[in-house]
């Protein structure tokens, strides 16, 4: 299949790559619509790392997508072919202690899109697990889909802030993460 492969420090090429593409009884094959460019995108591209994780071979980028399911294993019950859908991009062991704990978000062993040695989402299919994959709903665009992992991430620093009502919040930091920090919490209550 053709993806977007970050070959080495800036050098991206849209060429052919194999990449395993099973599809197991708990998954699904998602045609991909849309995908945001992270700033871990950018950071990989112009670095070829983020702290430990280091791009030694060529890589697909992509983790924020969203996209149309095409096929389902035959084990799964909560989506079906043409479901409008966006992903968790980050799948943890389920038999890691953190997964049991049911806080699966902080599993050290988490495979996350786009991260070496795990390939990203620039390409025209992906497959996922169905149990992280997320039905859209009919007014939610392929672009705002493509933008609920970030918001996801702005919602939990702004329930970690325990924001109530009337409360004043100070964001550090205007990129897109905080400035989906800054509308969560100002849907959360602050009053500014």
Not at 39 to 64: C, K, N, Q, W
Request: aromatic share 4%; net charge negative; proline share 8%.
């Amino acid at each position: 299949m053709q993806a977007l492969v970050l070959e080495k420090v800036r050098e991206l090429a849209l060429r052919d790559i194999q990449l395993d593409e099973t599809l197991g009884p708990h998954d699904v094959r998602i045609a991909i619509h849309t995908v945001g460019i992270c700033g871990s995108d950018v950071h990989y591209y112009t670095h070829g790392a983020i702290g430990p994780f280091v791009v030694r071979e060529p890589m697909v980028l992509g983790h924020e997508a969203a996209g149309t399911v095409i096929e389902v294993g035959d084990q799964v019950t909560t989506l079906q072919t043409g479901d409008r859908v966006c992903m968790e991009p980050g799948i943890p062991d389920p038999n890691s202690k953190a997964t049991r704990l049911g806080i699966y978000n902080l599993d050290p062993a988490v495979r996350f899109w786009a991260t070496p040695p795990i390939h990203g989402v620039l390409r025209p299919t992906v497959v996922h697990p169905a149990a992280f994959t997320f039905k859209l709903p009919d007014n939610v665009s392929f672009a705002e889909g493509a933008m609920v992992e970030p918001l996801a991430v702005g919602m939990h620093a702004a329930n970690k802030a325990h924001i109530k009502p009337g409360d004043l919040a100070v964001v550090s930091g205007a990129g897109p993460i905080g400035m989906v920090t800054a509308m969560a919490a100002l849907a959360g209550g602050c009053s500014r």
